[in-house]
């Protein structure tokens, strides 16, 4: 039995002596490091992310701010083109039945673009 023990000592010595105390810090401090790195990888990929889908958001914004001005300022003109188109076509003397609007008054273009 003694022989035996021996024996089952002596196959897991190897092991044990295969692995030195200076082996297994260093590879702990290895391990630890990659991990660290991992950690580090992880965190910036995260913010750089949340950095860039910020920075995407006030670019979409900025660009559709400006589109909308653009389509304001085009519909702005082409009312008022509209407008002066309507005055234009109800001069004096075109409409008898609406004597009372046609003067050039603000009022009555307002009641001309209404009916349009």
């Known amino acids: 039995m003694a022989s035996l023990i021996k024996e089952i000592n002596h196959m897991v010595s190897p092991v044990r002596a295969r692995y030195s105390l200076k082996t297994r810090i260093t590879l702990a401090t290895l391990a630890i490091f990659l991990i660290s790195l991992w950690a580090l990888s992880v965190y910036a990929s995260r913010m750089l992310r949340q950095d860039m889908e910020r920075l ?6 900025s660009t559709a701010s400006i589109l909308a001005n653009q389509v304001n300022s085009e519909l702005e003109l082409r009312l008022e083109a509209l407008k002066n188109r309507a005055i234009y076509a109800e001069g004096p003397g075109r409409h008898a039945g609406h004597a009372g609007e046609q003067d050039g008054s603000a009022d009555a273009v307002q009641r001309r673009t209404e009916r349009l």
């Open 56 to 61: 995407l958001g006030e670019q979409q914004y």
